[in-house]
């Protein structure tokens, strides 16, 4: 182009194109019914929020909030596992942002246990955590790999580096969850009223938008993989509103600039290599989910924190009146949660979900809070 | 006889213990790329000879890592942080202290590049650096370099900043693009290097403000958006002044550079410090002749309107400040909570 500069994001917040979507899911939505759809992702939360694509779209037309957001549906046991690494067992623990302020028993957080002591850096990749072990050969270093297929094939990379330099003083504490079984398990449990999904960006480059078809054929709900831009969002509620309303059920791809029908099978690979499915794992608000995350296999144990230190035993207790567990499945919205912008805030954060940037809590108070609280009050 | 700026020479603890030593320091390093008439003298106290009026005095401490960073250095920006402080009270800045915490340790040629930054900013904004401190502290007890700079400064007849001026209906500019200062600092940050061109935009902003208050003598407050940003700043003064403030998200100017490392990493422009910013706060019909005076400096050049002060409203109610997006959605702008973390994907 004429000297243009290549703009990668403008485009995909442009008004009078998000005008122009409003108008037209104004003229399709039927006034005579609801429509719920859950973004399972929390950057789609927050894109939604931060943008206020709730303002362009017609008030029978409600977003729920899904899991998908990974510092929020790791139970606080991992979190206190992690902890008792870095403070009993003196490693280097190597962990991404989000994690810092996330609270786990007792109010403690890694920010709180560094301040302590602790041995705790935030790195932007595991390649970075890698780097800490070439730098520090006399120290153990931990990464606490988190989140869904997105970031798991990138642990798997940093593993398989280390195997193949002989680092000896690097494992993963690994936590990696998947995004399918998590899904099936919001529309497995009863009382849910959904009537589509707003499918994740980036878990879908990754895993192909293939991975969602006997989910949505199963359960008859609607799919459409979505971009995190707003015009990506408004266009993905467009293409699920006509679904509903021609009876269709099927997987659709807005994301087509990036997501293909296979996914990333260089990636698939890498998690295939280094990881195996774990039985069960427990996750924050859904309890115990079958084949829902990754654990390292048995014979890269090396690199595995949790066969190299031996990690206690222990009762790791939610905050009782937190209503994370609720708001993560969807049934709970967080202004139902009392303890909402008054004991829960992003300073003191009680649950994770108003810590993580992902977290649908940390979203109604960063973006609508003065709606909510007076909601709250409204409701009282 | 040699000076103490050897190859390889770093500040030793009797670099500040008060003798020959501490002397030498002073009067090689510090003396040497200071020098101006009153701390010539030499004296304990710089004596100074102010015209009468209302005296400003502010101060800030600095501690920066790294030290040097694209686009300036801890000693370039205790100039103008001061300087800049100064300013944001109406006041034309006089004279300026400076307290050095040095770390055994810290490379002599590091100290001396620092200091002759730091007197090379000064004599360029017009401020001298009147008087000065130094203390050595052991390894590990600061981090290479801390500055405490002291400003003074003169308010002008007729000048009256203050946020309780601010009245529903009035302009909120601002001079130039967000986030350049933190996003380069982020960029030499150890554990998170990243290329890019993009320089911190530390500047003393104290000349184009008296040209915007000889302009327009009813601005009604001045601040610069620098630890927390814009959104820190501007919900300070919605509380301090009782007022609503709607922004517009497509006015707020911020480098494509910026832009792109903030969406890589998850951050936010609007919560990133800027050390060569200011906001400032006007009736709407002088918005246009402000603008135009703070575009007619180099650190003005990009200077526009984000945003109207709306009704006043109790201290206290969330929601103050609010945006209009991109797309046309309505949010709050809120404080940040403790400092923004990268996410994780």
């Known amino acids: 182009m004429g000297g243009g500069r290549m703009k990668y994001v403008s485009e995909f917040r442009d008004p009078a194109l998000a005008q122009s979507l409003a108008t037209a899911i104004a003229r399709e939505v039927d ?31 409600r977003f729920v909030h899904g899991p998908g957001c ?92 280390a195997r193949a330099q002989g680092l000896t003083n690097f494992s993963v504490f690994c936590n990696h969850v998947l995004t399918p079984p998590a899904m099936e398990h919001v529309l497995a449990a009863p009382g849910i009223a959904l009537d589509g999904f707003l499918g994740p960006s980036h878990v879908s480059t990754v895993i192909g938008a293939a991975a969602y078809r006997p989910l949505v054929a199963h359960y008859g709900r609607p799919l459409v993989i979505a971009g995190f831009e707003p015009l990506d969002v408004l266009q993905s509620v467009l293409m699920l509103i006509r679904q509903v309303n021609e009876g269709r ?128 009050e409204a409701a009282q | 006889m040699s000076g103490i700026l050897r190859p390889g020479a770093a500040v030793e603890m009797a670099h500040g213990g008060g003798g020959m030593a501490t002397t030498r320091l002073i009067r090689e390093i510090f003396a040497r790329h200071f020098a101006n008439p009153i701390l010539d003298q030499g004296h304990d106290a710089a004596r100074l000879n102010l015209p ?95 500055i405490t700079t002291t400003g003074i400064g003169i308010i002008p007849e007729g000048v009256e900043i203050a946020p309780e001026r601010i009245a529903p209906g009035m302009a909120i500019l601002l001079s130039g693009t967000l986030g350049d200062h933190g996003v380069a600092i982020l960029s030499r940050r150890q554990g998170l290097a990243f290329g890019t061109t993009i320089e911190s935009d530390s ?15 009813s601005i009604a407050c001045l601040r610069d958006p620098t630890r927390g940003g814009l959104s820190a700043t501007l919900n300070e003064l919605a509380e301090a002044a009782g007022v609503s403030m709607v922004l517009k998200e497509a006015a707020i100017p911020v480098r494509p550079e910026v832009a792109g490392a903030c969406e890589l990493l998850g951050l936010d422009p609007i919560h990133i410090a800027n050390e060569g910013k200011l906001i400032c706060i006007c009736p709407q019909d002088q918005a246009e002749a402000v603008l135009s005076v703070m575009r007619a400096h180099p650190e003005g050049r990009d200077a526009a309107q984000i945003g109207t002060v709306g009704a006043h409203a109790a201290p206290g109610t969330p929601g103050l400040l609010r945006m209009e997006t991109l797309i046309g959605g309505m949010r709050v702008v809120d404080w940040l909570a403790g400092e923004q973390l990268p996410r994780i994907c």
Not at chain 1, 74 to 88: F, I, V, Y
Not at chain 1, 338 to 347: D, H, I, N, S, V
Not at chain 2, 203 to 217: E, Y
């Open chain 1, 31 to 61: 006034p005579a019914r609801s429509y719920a759809f859950m973004e399972f992702c929390g950057g789609h939360t927050h894109a939604i929020f931060r943008y206020g694509v709730q303002d362009l779209v017609p008030s029978n037309v």
């Open chain 1, 70 to 161: 990974p510092v929020c549906v790791l139970p606080m046991r991992r979190l206190d596992d992690a902890l008792e690494l870095a403070e009993r067992h003196g490693v280097i623990l190597a962990t991404y942002g989000d994690m810092m302020r996330v609270p786990g028993s007792g109010r403690r957080s890694m920010l709180t246990a560094r301040g302590a002591g602790a041995d705790i850096r935030m790195v932007y990749s595991p390649l970075d955590a890698l780097a800490l072990a070439r730098d520090n050969p006399d120290r153990q270093v931990v990464f606490m790999g988190i989140g869904f297929e997105t970031t798991t094939p990138a642990t798997g990379m940093a593993i398989l580096t």
């Open chain 1, 249 to 376: 059920c099927e997987v659709e791809n807005q994301y087509s600039r990036v997501v293909t029908d296979a996914g990333n099978t260089k990636a698939q690979g890498v998690i295939e290599k280094v990881f195996a499915l774990r039985d069960t794992f427990e996750w924050r608000g859904l309890g115990s989910v079958p084949d829902s995350a990754r654990a390292i296999r048995p014979e890269l144990a090396d690199f595995d924190a949790e066969a190299r230190f031996a990690i206690s035993e222990k009762q790791s207790r939610e905050v009782k009146s937190c209503e994370c567990p609720a708001i993560l499945r969807g049934v709970k919205s967080p202004k139902d949660c009392k303890l909402f912008g008054k004991a829960c805030t992003p300073e003191t954060p009680m649950g994770a979900c108003m810590v993580s940037s992902e977290g649908s809590c940390a979203a109604y108070y960063t973006y609508r809070r003065a709606e909510t609280m007076a909601e709250m």
């Open chain 2, 52 to 146: 009468h009026g209302r005296i400003v005095m502010s101060t800030d401490a600095h501690v920066i890592s790294p030290l040097e960073f694209p686009g300036g250095d801890i000693g370039s920006l205790a100039v103008h942080g001061t300087i800049n402080d100064v300013a944001m009270g109406g006041a034309v800045p006089v004279a300026l202290s400076a307290a050095f915490i040095i770390e055994e340790g810290l490379p002599l040629e590091t100290l001396d590049r620092i200091a002759a930054s730091m007197g090379a900013a000064a004599r360029k904004a017009g401020v001298p650096i009147v008087t000065g401190d130094t203390k050595v502290v052991e390894r590990g007890a600061a981090d290479g370099l801390f």
């Open chain 2, 203 to 217: 500047a003393a902003l104290h000349r184009m403000v008296g040209d915007m208050l000889a302009a327009a003598p």
